[in-house]
Nanobody, 116 residues
């Protein structure tokens, strides 16, 4: 069973930065894309950013220009650099891996809190 482990969450002041990392527990064959989703209290889970094996990226409208996703294909690791954080970015951030175009894997999540 593939496991995704997130790290890098925490408390940051508005305008600050954080970098999230997600590593797979084993080398995964057949990955199409890896990405990040987030879920704030009382809201649905939403896409933050995703990146395909070929490097094509997609960002949620609310994070464009502030967040950057990158990945290390050889290590099955994906990163999310978050700059100019806002209180509305507060959420649990989940790592996602899409495999063989049908199989979704999720991490347990890491909490990001943006507050002064």
């Amino acid at each position: 069973q593939v496991q995704l482990v997130e790290s890098g969450g925490g408390l940051v002041q508005p305008g600050g930065s954080l970098r999230l990392s997600c590593a797979a527990s084993e080398r995964i064959i057949g990955i199409n894309a890896m990405g990040w989703y987030r879920q704030a209290p009382g809201k649905e889970r939403e896409l933050v950013a995703s990146i395909t094996t070929g490097g094509i990226t997609v960002y949620g409208d609310s994070v464009k220009g502030r967040f950057t996703i990158s990945r290390d294909n050889a290590e099955n690791t994906v990163y999310l650099q978050m700059n100019n954080l806002k209180p509305e970015d507060t959420a649990v951030y989940y790592c996602n891996c899409l495999r063989y175009s049908t199989d979704n894997y999720w991490g347990k999540g890491t909490l990001v809190t943006v507050s002064s």
